[in-house]
Antibody, heavy 116, light 106 residues
């Protein structure tokens, strides 16, 4: 059974950093692109980052480019999102997702609150 | 950036009613994907590659479209279909989602 479990969320002050993790199981992690998607409270979905199977290629929207870094450790079947210079508008539930033709499996999400 | 505009933003349908949700793209995309999300849960893939139903999706759902105009249709509304639906394009970066359509049971 495919499982994606996010962790590392919490309350953080503006300008500070936070690193999210996503533990994958039930599939060969190294064979899949992976992505992060976020959802601000009561708002819609926003794509945050995508990473290739080896980690050599990464993609971001302008809203997080230069502040967020997606990475992976295929030996540990883990996906990460390093978030720096956090802003109040980064407050959201962050989901990791497996990328196939579509985003076919999602984690349960982890909440990040950026507030002083 | 390709902007996706969904309509309507909210709607209510009676059991048995036909429902159509539209997603319009600011530029042509190759495919459209749809997700269903119920309150407090993660989004679920619902329709992919414009018209293919994800695993477990009832066949009263269908997807169609091309270029800049796509739609999700429910042939006969059921209570369990009440949810928010999002379209997604990943034809080009940045991937973008539509703003969502909240479908309620009347």
């Amino acid at each position: 059974e495919v499982q994606l479990v996010e962790s590392g969320g919490g309350l953080v002050q503006p300008g500070r950093s936070l690193k999210l993790s996503c533990a994958a199981s039930g599939f060969t992690f190294s064979n899949y692109y992976m992505a992060w998607v976020r959802q601000a409270p009561k708002k819609g979905l926003e794509w945050v980052a995508t990473i290739s199977t080896s980690g050599s290629r990464t993609y971001y929207p302008d809203s997080v480019k230069g502040r967020f870094t997606i990475s992976r450790d295929n030996a540990k079947s883990s996906l990460y999102l390093q978030m720096n210079s956090l802003k109040s508008e980064d407050t959201a539930t962050y989901y990791c997702a497996r990328v196939t033709t579509v985003l076919d499996y999602w984690g349960q999400g982890v909440m990040v609150t950026v507030s002083s | 950036e390709i902007v996706l505009t969904q309509s309507p933003t909210t709607m209510a349908a009676s059991p048995g009613e036909k429902v159509t949700i539209t997603c319009r793209a600011s530029s042509s995309v190759s495919y459209m994907h749809w997700f269903q999300q119920k309150s407090g849960t993660s989004p679920k893939p619902w329709i992919y590659d414009t018209s293919k139903l994800a695993s477990g999706v009832p066949d009263r759902f269908s997807g169609s479209g091309s270029g800049t105009s796509y739609s999700l249709t429910i042939s006969s509304m059921e209570a369990e279909d009440a949810a928010t639906y999002y379209c997604l394009q990943r034809s080009s970066y940045p991937w973008t989602f539509g703003g969502g359509t909240k479908l309620e049971l009347k």
